[in-house]
Structures are given as C-alpha cells and as structure tokens.
C-alpha cells in the first residue's frame, strides 16, 4: 500500500515568514493530493489539493507543489499569521477510495 | 448545521463492551470514509462506502470492526470487545459523487473520542 511520510514534524515560524512543509509517496498511481489544517479540538478542513497533472496550485497566501518523478508534494504558506498555527497534514490516494496520511506537522506561528 | 454530524461526541467504555458509533454525511454525498486518529498522529483510514457498497477496507482492521451504511445514507462503526488499544478519535467525512474536476474533498465531522478503560 501507500506510505506517505512528512516533515518537519513540528516547525516554527515569525509571523511573517514562509513556512514549508514536505510530503513524500511511495506509490507512484496516487494522482490527488490534499492538504489539511487542524486546530486544536477541531476537525480536518481542506486547505488546498493538487491533481497530478498539474505541478503547482496555489490560492491566496498557500500553495501546493508537486514532483511526480521525485514523488514529493510541498505546502508552502507565505506571510504567516498567528491563525496560522495549527496541524497539517498531507494525504495521497489513487482512486479516492482510500486516502494515505502523513504523520502531521505542527506548525507555530510566534507573533 | 449542514455539515457532517456523529454521535456520540464522546464514549467511555470498558475493556470487552461493544460500543457504535453514528455519522450522518451532507447530504447528496453518496461517499463516506472512516477514519481513526491517535493523539499526534494523521487520520488512519478504516473503511470507504460509496452509496450502500463497502468498497474499502483496510487491511489492517481487526475483524472486531465492522461498519455499515444500510441505506446510502447515514453510517454506524460498531467495535466489539473493545480493547484498550481502541481508543483514539474516530473521524467520519463524505464526499460529493465524482465530477468532471475529479472533486475528491472530504469533509470531516467532529469525531466521537472512545475511551476504554
């Protein structure tokens, strides 16, 4: 099956800067890739998806990139802000009947 | 609220009981997933109907796990003798039918968190 794996595990960032974080995927089929943010106590939301017939994506300040030769997907989110703090999470699937997470990333937005 | 819904939010339990759980999609969204997340780690999938078709499963689920859509629409998950391994958040989250732009945007419901003691 799939393994997808993602670092940093947790990451901190000035408000301000750019915070990125990286997925990587074992099965070279997966052809959607979502990312997802969840705050504390709360449910996974969907902040962006790529399809792989595109390499990138991006929308307002969060942009998503992706290398199928290398099997690696990046979130890149610009200008941070303190509600920016939270969990992501990637996720890979094939068919969009079963999707793979990554591990999450904790990221820390310091004012 | 339109969104997906479970209950029970929250279910303490003790070691060996059975416990169920419910999730109620948006509705028009013929497919549903479960998932289990452990504290620090991603959402872990469990099973995928679309319509009333269990069409997934994974592999890794103990055969005291089964879940059910009866009629397309709402879900149960039941876990019989419960262990204490089984406590995490369980997450249930639908989707649309598939389109033309290939929508695959699961939304989430809150979880119900089991506890076993």
């Known amino acids: 099956g799939e393994n997808v794996e993602q670092h940093p595990s947790t990451l901190s960032v000035q408000e301000g800067d750019s915070a990125v974080i990286k997925c990587t995927y074992s099965?070279?089929?997966?052809?959607?890739f979502p990312w997802y943010k969840q705050e504390l106590g709360k449910r996974p939301q969907l902040i962006i998806d790529?399809?792989?017939?595109?390499g990138e994506k991006k929308d307002q300040r969060i942009a998503v990139t992706l290398n199928k030769t290398a099997k690696h997907f990046s979130l890149h989110i610009t200008e941070t802000q303190p509600e920016d703090s939270a969990v992501y999470f990637c996720?890979?699937?094939?068919?969009?009947?079963?999707?793979?997470f990554g591990t999450g990333t904790s990221l820390t937005v310091i004012p | 609220d339109t969104g997906v819904s479970q209950d029970p939010r929250h279910k303490i339990t003790k070691r060996g009981q059975n416990v169920t759980f419910r999730c109620d999609p948006i509705?028009?969204?013929?497919?549903l997933y479960w998932y289990r997340q452990t504290l620090g780690q991603g959402p872990e999938f469990l099973t995928y109907?679309?319509?009333?078709?269990?069409?997934?499963k994974s592999r890794l689920l103990s055969d005291r796990f089964s879940a059910e859509r009866p009629k397309g629409s709402f879900s149960t998950l039941e876990i019989q003798r419960t262990e204490q391994g089984d406590s995490a958040m369980y997450l249930c989250?639908?989707?649309?039918?598939?389109?033309?732009?290939?929508?695959?945007?699961?939304?989430f419901g809150p979880g119900t968190r089991l506890t076993v003691l």
């Open positions: 989250a639908s989707s649309p039918p598939w389109d033309s732009l290939g929508s695959d945007t699961q939304y």
């Open positions: 099965d070279s089929a997966s052809n959607y």
């Open positions: 790529i399809r792989s017939n595109v």
């Open positions: 996720a890979a699937s094939k068919t969009g009947n079963q999707f793979y």
């Open positions: 509705s028009e969204h013929n497919r």
């Open positions: 109907f679309q319509n009333e078709a269990q069409l997934e």
